[in-house]
T-cell receptor, first 110, second 109 residues
Framework: DGGITQSPKYLFRKEGQNVTLSCEQNLNHDAMYWYRQDPGQGLRLIYYSQIVNDFQKGDIAEGYSVSREKKESFPLTVTSAQKNPTAFYLC?????????FGQGTRLTVV | SQQGEEDPQALSIQEGENATMNCSYKTSINNLQWYRQNSGRGLVHLILIRSNEREKHSGRLRVTLDTSKKSSSLLITASRAADTASYFCATDDTDKLIFGTGTRLQVFP
C-alpha cells in the first residue's frame, strides 16, 4: 500500500532530552513537510524539503532539526532547545499540489 | 505567517442541514485546497480550486473562490454525523503549503 507512515504514534520525553520522530513515504513524492498542531489550533510549518539533501525552515523551526538523506525519509528531531515541545506533529508529502498526511505523533514532555 | 483564517472557529448543526465555512488569505495564490481532519488523525485532502476558477463541486461539497476578496468558502450540503471533523483551507506559498486555523464542525444526529 502506498502511503506516509509516522512513528511512533505516542512519544514521551523527559525534559532536556532530544527525540526523533520518524516519517517515511513510499509515494515517490519530492516534497515533504513537518507541521506542529497545538490543541484546537491550526497547523504551523516547522521545516520542509523539496528535494533530497535540501530543506528550509518554516515559521517555527527554532528548537527543531531535520535531515533529508533519502527521498523516502524526513525525520524530525525535537531538541532540548525547544521549550514547549508537547504537541501533535504531522508529516506530509506532496508531488505537486495535493498533500498526503501521516497519522501524526503525539509528543508529551514528562 | 499563517496564511489562512477560517471562520467560524466552531459550528454546530443538525444532520440534514448545510454547513458553510469560510477562509480568508493574505497573498495572491495559484490554488486553494480544503482538507478535513478527524480528531487526533492526519489531514485528508477534499478538494482543490485553482485561482482561475470560481466554483467547484465534488459530491456534497461546493467550494467557491473570490480572488478579489482573497476568500473561499466550503459548503457541505445535507450534512451527516460522519461529517463531524475540523476543516482547514490551505494555500500555496511559493514552494510550501500554508494552512489556516480551521473550523470545527459538529453535526448532531
Amino acid at each position: 500500500d502506498g502511503g506516509i507512515t509516522q512513528s511512533p504514534k505516542y512519544l514521551f520525553r523527559k525534559e532536556g532530552q532530544n527525540v526523533t520522530l520518524s516519517c517515511e513515504q513510499n509515494l515517490n513524492h519530492d516534497a515533504m513537510y513537518w507541521y506542529r498542531q497545538d490543541p484546537g489550533q491550526g497547523l504551523r510549518l516547522i521545516y520542509y524539503s523539496q528535494i533530497v539533501n535540501d530543506f528550509q525552515k518554516g515559521d517555527i523551526a527554532e528548537g527543531y532539526s531535520v535531515s533529508r538523506e533519502k527521498k523516502e525519509s524526513f525525520p524530525l528531531t525535537v531538541t532540548s532547545a525547544q521549550k514547549n515541545p508537547t504537541a501533535f506533529y504531522l508529516c506530509a508529502s506532496s508531488m505537486r499540489l495535493e498533500a498526503f498526511f501521516g497519522q501524526g505523533t503525539r509528543l508529551t514532555v514528562v | 505567517s499563517q496564511q489562512g483564517e477560517e471562520d467560524p472557529q466552531a459550528l454546530s448543526i443538525q444532520e440534514g442541514e448545510n454547513a458553510t465555512m469560510n477562509c480568508s488569505y493574505k497573498t495572491s495564490i495559484n490554488n486553494l485546497q480544503w482538507y478535513r481532519q478527524n480528531s487526533g488523525r492526519g489531514l485528508v485532502h477534499l478538494i482543490l480550486i485553482r485561482s482561475n476558477e470560481r466554483e467547484k463541486h465534488s459530491g456534497r461539497l461546493r467550494v467557491t473562490l473570490d480572488t478579489s476578496k482573497k476568500s473561499s468558502s466550503l459548503l457541505i450540503t445535507a450534512s451527516r454525523a460522519a461529517d463531524t471533523a475540523s476543516y482547514f483551507c490551505a494555500t500555496d506559498d511559493t514552494d510550501k503549503l500554508i494552512f489556516g486555523t480551521g473550523t470545527r464542525l459538529q453535526v448532531f444526529p
